[in-house]
């Protein structure tokens, strides 16, 4: 299937790279966050294969990967509300200095998901670009690459 859509550099950027190596973080508050990310990044991943076409677009599977973003996005404020931190964290202090942008940050992720229609291939399409730009959002401002 050719590529009906164009939101795809972003969302290419975002869910390339993928194998995140958790062996070496010994701090298990840094680590749940992390894995609460890495499973995001896994029903961003399930989503934005439909959208480019190199998934055939299954509602299910669609409805399944929101829900487990919506589910993400609302421990993320639990996950990251103590200034935990360890060698293999990406996190960056400002989270914690800086509370109120990331909160904010944190709600335009959940606003996205939550207008994110899965019925049909051409609502997630129009809906995924947005969630996606949310990520960057955050990360852009909060996450230090390593
Ligand atoms: C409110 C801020 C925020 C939002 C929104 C956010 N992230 Fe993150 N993300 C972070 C921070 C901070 C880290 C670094 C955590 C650490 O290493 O301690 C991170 C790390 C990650 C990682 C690396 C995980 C690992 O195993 O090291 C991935 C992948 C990721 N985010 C994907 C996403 C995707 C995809 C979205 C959007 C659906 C998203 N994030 C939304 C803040 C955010």
Request: hydrophobic share 50%.
């Amino acid at each position: 299937m050719p590529n009906r859509f164009t939101l795809l550099p972003i969302a290419a950027l975002l869910v390339a790279g993928a194998a995140f190596a958790h062996q070496d973080v010994s701090n298990p508050a840094v680590l749940a966050r992390m894995q609460g990310m890495s499973a995001i990044n896994d029903a961003m991943k399930t989503l934005s294969a439909m959208v480019k076409g190199d998934a055939t677009f299954d509602a299910d599977a669609a409805a399944g990967a929101r829900a487990k973003l919506v589910a993400e996005i609302d421990a993320m404020p639990g996950l990251f509300a103590a200034p935990e931190t360890d060698p293999k964290s990406e996190a960056r202090p400002e989270i914690w200095t800086d509370p109120a942008t990331f909160a904010a940050r944190i709600d335009a992720s959940r606003v996205a998901v939550a207008a994110l229609d899965t019925a049909t291939l051409e609502s997630l399409a129009a809906g995924f670009t947005t969630v996606g730009l949310s990520c960057k959002g955050c990360h852009d401002s909060f996450r230090q690459r390593k």
